[in-house]
């Protein structure tokens, strides 16, 4: 049986010399030749450790698993251009989720229509009768969005697909009677997450269904019965939902398991434009509820999102982590529907945030998901400064790119005491640009100001407002982790209780780190800074 690292070998020289044939195979058009590179543009603004492709438009993480030592992402993708269009699977590899390497294209489109987002599992016990010699499947599950019937304004324009590999998910083969599951009349009818029920001995589908995810159950993939619905009258309706996960989940220091639900939504975010909301409670095997505490919460005010930041949306976990790892994983498209089309980078548009590990925490009587950069991340920090017991009393310039480079940067700090105070951080340079966030005590939020950050006037809703977010923890003490690359800064509070991200495009590189106080002098019992090397430590 050939290995993974030989296919992958065959796989880099077929993304190197072009996949145009399986275009043509498809029926899809050809991608253009590779953009030349703009020298300045990579320097400035290709991210440092952040996945992108090589070059043109990506959205949403699809098919995320984990097989044979390689965690797999798959990507919407447009090989002909650097906005949106006709959407493919592209498709990456990973030992660690940190470090990634760019594979062919995956799906293409098909006369059923664009290939949008979805899932895909290992089929360890072959249900799908799909494998055969001795060889595994990996199955995926994708919506098909035909863009006629949508130029149309039909209602059936999206429709359930399967695929299925033999290599490990670098190849697929397209179920012969696809759709597997119809279009019921519903306009949003999309993004379909899959994982194995193991109480239950069956899989498990998640999709969302314009104000509403919907449940189906499977034995073999192939065959789909619908089971329940949920959401038309909870949580966010302020746009579309889209992009459902579905999964349990252990909640910290208990025994108990609850089950949660992602559901991105576009627009209706808390900062504008696109975002991801979470529900919390039981599933019997039938009908999801919410907890009670948790829904007594939510219908008082909402403010169980993922990320209040405004670039963090679409985001799934990953299938088939070993339970000797035990890990919920994630990882999100690192921008927003506002202006995602229109930033300026020409040769490739989007990265992924971070991956992320997802924990639940009680808190008071309802629940919080927490999400903190994966630790294999911890494999290639360099440690440059070490400060503790610092008073903050006026502006102080905590680190230069003399020291560190702020490009490629990992900083954790801690404050004892925040009641009734605040501290900025502030990201500049020579050209005047500026990077400002923070935490108001008395307001008991965090805030991120990116309307001096750099270039903002490609689109009028980049910069038209400070993000805010409110403090999910009450505890007086303050943690924080601050991740730094080229165009983006990701903050995880309180071991990631509250979470934003943002991206940005300065004119230059930012040159100085430096924090002030907010109404009271405020002591920082420890901070450490960190570049995040090329390389993970030997």
């Not at 065959?10 to 195979?25: E, F, V, W, Y």
Request: proline share 4%.
């Amino acid at each position: 049986m050939t290995n993974l690292n030989q296919l992958i070998s065959l796989a880099a020289l077929l993304l190197i010399t072009g996949c145009n044939t399986g275009n043509q195979k498809n029926g899809s058009e050809n991608t253009q030749d590779p953009t030349v590179a703009n020298s300045s543009e990579e320097m400035l603004y290709r991210p440092n450790f952040h996945f992108t492709p090589q070059k043109n438009w990506m959205n949403d993480p699809n098919g995320m698993f984990f097989h044979n030592g390689y965690y797999h992402l798959y990507f919407q993708y447009h090989p002909g251009g650097n906005t949106w269009g006709p959407m493919h699977w592209g498709h990456a590899i990973s030992k660690d989720m940190i470090t990634w390497q760019e594979q062919p294209v995956a799906l293409y489109p098909d006369t059923l229509g664009y290939i949008f987002s979805g899932s895909a599992v290992v089929d360890h016990h072959n249900t799908s009768g799909f494998g055969k010699d001795g060889k595994t499947p990996v199955v995926a599950i994708f919506t098909n969005h035909d863009p006629q019937k949508a130029s149309d304004k039909k209602t059936d324009v999206e429709t359930q697909g399967i695929a299925y590999s033999l290599d490990e998910g670098l190849t697929w083969t397209k179920y012969a009677e696809n759709p597997v599951i119809e279009n019921p009349g519903i306009r949003d009818f999309r993004d379909p997450k899959v994982r194995w029920d193991d109480q239950r001995k069956r899989w498990l589908m998640v999709l969302a269904a314009q104000n509403k995810t919907m449940f189906y159950v499977s034995g073999d993939l192939k065959k789909w019965e619908f089971l329940s619905d949920f959401g038309a009258d909870k949580g966010s309706h302020a746009g579309v939902w889209e992009c459902p996960d579905f999964f349990p989940i252990r909640v910290e220091g208990t025994s108990q398991t609850k089950w949660v639900l992602l559901v991105s939504i576009n627009p209706g975010a808390p900062n504008g434009g696109s975002g991801t909301q979470y529900f919390v409670g039981d599933f019997d095997g039938t009908h999801f509820t919410p907890d009670a505490g948790f829904d007594r919460h939510l219908s008082e005010k909402h403010d169980y999102w993922l990320d209040f930041g405004r670039d963090n949306y679409a985001g799934v976990t990953w299938s088939d982590i070993p339970g000797s790892d035990g890990r919920r994983l994630f990882i999100g498209w690192m921008s927003n529907w506002d202006y995602a089309n229109q930033v300026p980078t020409e040769t490739w548009r989007s990265a992924s945030t971070i991956a992320r590990e997802l924990k639940l925490h009680e808190n008071a009587d309802s629940y919080v998901l927490s999400s903190v950069p994966v630790k294999e991340l911890n494999n290639y920090l360099e440690q440059k400064l070490k400060k503790e017991k610092i008073t903050i009393t006026e502006n102080t310039e905590l680190t230069n790119s003399k020291s560190v480079d702020l490009t490629r940067t990992h900083i954790s700090f801690g404050i004892g005491d925040s009641k009734n105070k605040g501290f900025v951080f502030t990201l500049s340079n020579a050209s005047g640009d500026t990077l400002r966030f923070g935490y108001d005590g008395t307001a008991n939020d965090f805030h991120i100001n990116r309307k001096q950050s750099g270039h903002h006037n490609f689109s009028d809703r980049f910069a038209d407002r400070i993000s805010t977010a409110p403090r999910s923890s009450k505890a007086g003490s303050l943690t924080g982790t601050i991740l730094l690359d080229k165009t983006s800064v990701e903050l995880f509070y309180d071991n990631g209780r509250t979470v934003m991200t943002e991206i940005f495009f300065p004119t230059s590189p930012f040159e100085t780190l430096s924090v002030e106080n907010i109404n009271e002098n405020i002591l920082i019992d420890f901070i450490e800074v960190s570049q995040i090397g090329h390389n993970k430590k030997q």
